[in-house]
């Protein structure tokens, strides 16, 4: 089955430590995209990758970190300079290109707490 | 400055009846607009794409109106069903960038 597949589903950080999130993605796709949801807001971009080894900060890229060394996975870290990382955080991937006419393929979110 | 904005209200609807969803946008002139669907907990679900030469897409019980004049795209749902409830997001990728943008969503509910 193609696909996009992130874990864990559930994530529990210390204040101070640094987590890494995992996504990956079977479909072949360019580019990759990491969001940040909070309860009744929409989703904001952290950071999006067009090809391997390269990746651009999106509108909330701080204390935050990605790599892209393989083009199927794009790990998220979750610095302890993340001063609220609380949230729900959902991967993407696409065909990539610049004129927005490619869906995005999303995976079933990671939800990470800080205790 | 750029925003893109759906009703953050919830939208309730009897079974049976057409929801309309409202996405307006502004300081964008994007060439394409996209409708995703989010269940609680979950990653959303692409469902249509229309085209700024397109005035209106339709797939099944679904239809996207997009008026680039007016900047709004209208998301239709008709003879809604309680298995449509559901958080549905408007996105779009602004000219020459990689990004996309995604609205707040709006939260429908089909009562029975």
């Known amino acids: 089955d193609g696909g996009i597949t992130q874990s864990p589903k559930y994530l529990f950080r210390k204040e101070g430590q640094n987590v890494t999130l995992s996504c990956e993605q079977n479909?072949?796709?360019?580019?990759m995209y990491w969001y940040r949801q909070d309860p009744g807001q929409g989703l904001r971009l952290i950071y999006y990758?067009?090809?391997?080894?390269?990746?651009q900060k999106g509108d909330i890229a701080e204390g935050y970190s990605v790599s892209r060394e393989k083009k199927e996975s794009f790990p998220l870290t979750v610095t302890s300079a993340q001063k609220n990382p609380t949230a729900f955080y959902l991967c993407?991937?696409?065909?990539?290109?610049?004129?927005?006419?490619?869906?995005?393929?999303f995976g079933p979110g990671t939800r990470l707490t800080v205790l | 400055s750029q925003k893109i904005e759906q009703n953050s209200e919830a939208l309730n609807i009897q079974e049976g009846k057409t929801a309309t969803l409202t996405c307006n946008y502004t300081?964008?002139?994007?060439?394409?607009l996209q409708w995703y669907r989010q269940d609680p907990g979950r990653g959303p679900v692409f469902l249509l794409l229309?085209?700024?030469?397109?005035k209106e897409k339709r797939k099944e019980r679904l239809k996207v109106t997009f008026d680039t004049t007016l900047k709004q795209s209208l998301f239709h749902i008709t003879a809604s069903q309680p298995a449509d409830s559901a958080t549905y997001l408007c996105?779009?990728?602004?000219?020459?960038?990689?990004?996309?943008?995604f609205g707040t969503g709006t939260r429908l509910k089909v009562l029975a």
């Open positions: 993407a991937s696409s065909m990539g290109g610049t004129s927005g006419n490619n869906e995005q393929f």
């Open positions: 479909l072949n796709h360019d580019a």
């Open positions: 990758s067009q090809i391997v080894n390269d990746f």
């Open positions: 300081n964008y002139s994007p060439a394409y």
């Open positions: 229309i085209r700024e030469n397109e």
């Open positions: 996105a779009l990728a602004p000219s020459g960038t990689y990004k996309y943008i």
